[in-house]
């Protein structure tokens, strides 16, 4: 049982030009049929246009714990989002 | 439902207070309706439960695949044939969907499938019963989809990510299952004398197994308080079989097929109906492996494993031999 065919992360990128986004995992024994599965598990119903297969343990996360140092520090920096300055309403659409 | 039987490990609920902090905050962040994501901190009972009950709906899935199968080769039309062949298909994907957020919380395909066909993990009840006739197809759409859907449609907002994000893809496309279940019973029931029997009697029996898919009634489901604390399931059983009886009984009648049970009655006062005392004794012999079909199934399973042996080693073989060569080639 210890030749378990390799995890594989899915990608697909929808109809609508949007990016390759995450939709689930398959195993698989190699790239081309981790692609070929993917077609089957994955885009039944018109889903995509394109796959992208990633091998699970080549996939680097951050830690859950970090999520603190790496995260907080955007939310005191609102004048990040446009909405933080008023423009008064005679300077028209900016 | 698809998991019948999931012991938690749970011992009784804790209140916030009585919790060290990490699994206060854990459940504060539950209560919250934020998802927890695998790698997170969790308690070990979250997990195994989590796991118990997701293999569990996988593995109901892939077994279930079997009951229906055997009638892609003898379906009325090629139309049929190649509707239940998509049905049948997407029902393994289901399975995918489902093995892959269990195997999020730290257990490996090969375990889980080890655990279906050693016995050890269970799947529905209703999968050991047999498919006798074409109409047994309409009505296992329409009615052990529709029980699935009822159940599964909650659990798409539950706490763990990757089991919710899978009950959304799962969801979507089961309606599609229901749907083509009702148009067979449809088409039986305006058909011939004995075709409208044929659906009939595909109704007698299926409707008590369906009913009990949503497992034991409330008063002995005792794992579920925990359960439903942690948001890994949204309504007690009896609630949902309550539902499931209120929406499927106007749908027999537009068949013009008579539901069997005699104590089927309209209850005014809580606007639902009453129903008949379901058989449990048949559900836990069916659980303990002494059902019709129990045999057969997971015999069907363990055949398809060891024949498919040589088949998985081979392209693993093979995978890591041009693996090598294309290093050596380097």
Known sequence: MSNEWPLWE?????????????????HAPDAEMAVNNARDVYTRRNEGVSIWVV????????????????????NSKVYRHPTFFNIPKEVGQM | MYAQEVKSTGKGLKTLEEMDPEERAFQEKID????????????????????RQISQHAHSEIVGQLP????ITRAPTLDRKAILLAKVQDEAGHGLYLYCAAETLGISRDQMTEQLLSGK?????????PTLTWADIGAIGWLVDGAAIMNQVPIQRCSFG???????????EESFHQRQGYDIMMVLAKGTPEQKEMAQDALNRWWWPSLMMFGPPDAESVHSVQSMAWKIKMNTNDELRQKFVDQTVPQAEYLGLKVPDDDLKWNEEKDGYDFGEIDWGEFYEILKGNGPCNKERL???QKAWSD??????????????????????E
């Open chain 2, 308 to 329: 498919g042996e040589w088949f998985r080693e081979g392209l693993m073989a093979y995978s890591k031999k041009r693996k090598a060569r294309k290093v050596a080639a």
């Open chain 1, 10 to 26: 899915v990608f697909i990128r929808g109809q609508h030009g949007l990016s390759h986004r995450h939709v689930g995992s398959l």
């Open chain 2, 68 to 71: 229906e199968g055997n009638w």
């Open chain 2, 162 to 172: 990757p089991y919710s994000r899978a009950m959304i893809r799962v969801c979507k």
């Open chain 2, 32 to 51: 919250a309706n934020i998802k927890i994501e695998p790698k997170e901190w969790m308690p070990e009972g979250y997990r195994k439960t989590l796991i």
């Open chain 2, 299 to 301: 015999g069907a399973r």
């Open chain 2, 121 to 129: 993990a269970k799947y529905s009840s209703i999968f050991n019963y």
């Open chain 1, 55 to 74: 091998p699970a343990n080549e996939i680097t996360a951050s830690a859950p714990g970090e999520k603190g140092p790496l995260f907080e520090p955007a």
